[in-house]
C-alpha cells in the first residue's frame, strides 16, 4: 500500500489539524479552560476502555473530534490487510489490532480480578 492507495478513512484521520490556528485545536482547548479552575481534575485511568490520563474534557474532545475518525480508519485498514493473502494463502492481518486485542483481554481479566476481590473482602 502507498499513500496513493491510502484508504479514505485513512488520510482523513492522518489529516486533523490541530495547529495553533485550526478550529479543532481552538474549540478542544475552550473545553479545558474551566477545568483549570477546579480544585481537583480527575484524569481516565488504564484500566478502562478509554484513552488514560485525559481530563473529562480532553476524553470529551477525544470522543467528538479524533476517535469516530481514528476508529473508522483502523476498520478500514484492517479490513485491507485481512483481504491480502501471500502466495501461499496466508491472510495478512494489522499488528496494532491484534495488539489491541491483547490489552483489552489483560484489562477486562484485571477488572475482573479486582471486581472479584471487592466482592469477597468486604
Do not use: C
Not at 490556528?21 to 481516565?44: A, D, F, G, K, N
Not at 483481504?83 to 483481554?105: C, N, P, R, Y
Request: no cysteine; aromatic share 8%; proline share 4%.
Amino acid at each position: 500500500m502507498t499513500t496513493d492507495t491510502l484508504p479514505d478513512a485513512l488520510d482523513e484521520y492522518l489529516t486533523i489539524s490541530v495547529n495553533r490556528s485550526s478550529p479543532t485545536r481552538r474549540e478542544l482547548l475552550s473545553r479545558v479552560e474551566h477545568e483549570q479552575r477546579q480544585r481537583e481534575i480527575r484524569l481516565t485511568n488504564d484500566l478502562s476502555n478509554q484513552p488514560s490520563r485525559l481530563t473529562p474534557q480532553m476524553f470529551l474532545g477525544y470522543q467528538d473530534f479524533i476517535s469516530p475518525r481514528r476508529q473508522h480508519a483502523l476498520h478500514e485498514l484492517k479490513t485491507h490487510f485481512e483481504s491480502e493473502a501471500t502466495a501461499e494463502g496466508v491472510k495478512g492481518f494489522l499488528l496494532e489490532a491484534k495488539i489491541d486485542k491483547i490489552g483489552q483481554q489483560k484489562l477486562y481479566n484485571i477488572r475482573m480480578k479486582i471486581s472479584f476481590n471487592r466482592r469477597w473482602t468486604m
